[in-house]
């Protein structure tokens, strides 16, 4: 089959598209707003951009609370979800009003970041502490600004639990990394296989 975006005719129950770019990691920002309240939610669109310097991204479908503390702030947290706490994650992604604590709800430690001013999950086993480097909307062909914010991170610190570090480094099959695959499925990364790339003849 072959559609064209602009029609979106695909003929599928649902629309394949964020199906077929995955599986993608999960963003768990961690963030806190100006009048000191601690906000905590996952975002599929998200993923590292830059070793030099180490900067993240994730994009939000709107100004939903962690784009508006990022504004206020400055700064985030982004918590690696694991399928121990998967469950978790997902229930970190309730639609409650502004200043409702997540990680209350959700049944998670919120820890103070140690460069940042900004919560981590204390059961996550790596984190990274962020400051915002920019923050905004892409533009599609017709110059038309996204209805997504796209808020970039430069890592300034990382936490990792050494209970995932084995013979010199991290061991993700113990970690079991979760990453979004579309629709409402998920998949768990602890299937590692080693790949050399290949040498010039």
């Known amino acids: 089959m072959f559609?064209?975006?602009?029609?979106?005719?695909?003929?599928?129950?649902?629309?394949?598209?964020?199906?077929?770019?995955?599986?993608?990691?999960?963003?768990?920002?961690?963030?806190?707003?100006?009048?000191?309240?601690?906000?905590?939610?996952?975002?599929s669109f998200f993923n590292a951009v830059s070793d030099r310097p180490k900067l993240v991204m994730f994009s939000s479908a709107g100004r939903k609370d962690s784009v508006r503390n990022v504004?206020?702030?400055?700064?985030?947290?982004?918590?690696?979800?694991?399928?121990?706490?998967?469950?978790?994650?997902?229930?970190?992604?309730?639609a409650v009003a502004y200043g409702v604590n997540e990680f209350e709800l959700a049944g998670l430690t919120a820890k103070p970041g140690e460069l940042v001013d900004a919560p981590y999950v204390g059961e996550a086993f790596a984190v990274l502490e962020c400051r915002v480097t920019e923050i905004m909307q892409p533009k599609g062909l017709d110059g038309e600004p996204s209805e997504n914010i796209m808020v970039f991170g430069q890592v300034i610190g990382i936490h990792i639990d050494e209970a995932i570090i084995r013979n010199?480094?991290?061991?993700?099959?113990?970690?079991?990394?979760?990453?979004r695959m579309g629709y409402m499925d998920y998949s768990e990364g602890s299937d590692v296989f080693v790949l050399l790339r290949p040498k010039a003849p």
């Open 71 to 94: 504004e206020e702030t400055g700064v985030f947290t982004a918590n690696l979800v694991s399928r121990h706490i998967v469950e978790k994650m997902n229930h970190s992604s309730i």
């Open 3 to 43: 559609y064209t975006t602009d029609t979106n005719r695909h003929g599928l129950a649902h629309d394949p598209f964020k199906a077929i770019v995955a599986p993608r990691p999960i963003g768990w920002i961690g963030s806190k707003g100006r009048d000191g309240s601690l906000n905590l939610s996952p975002y």
């Open 168 to 179: 010199g480094r991290l061991d993700m099959a113990l970690a079991r990394p979760v990453a």
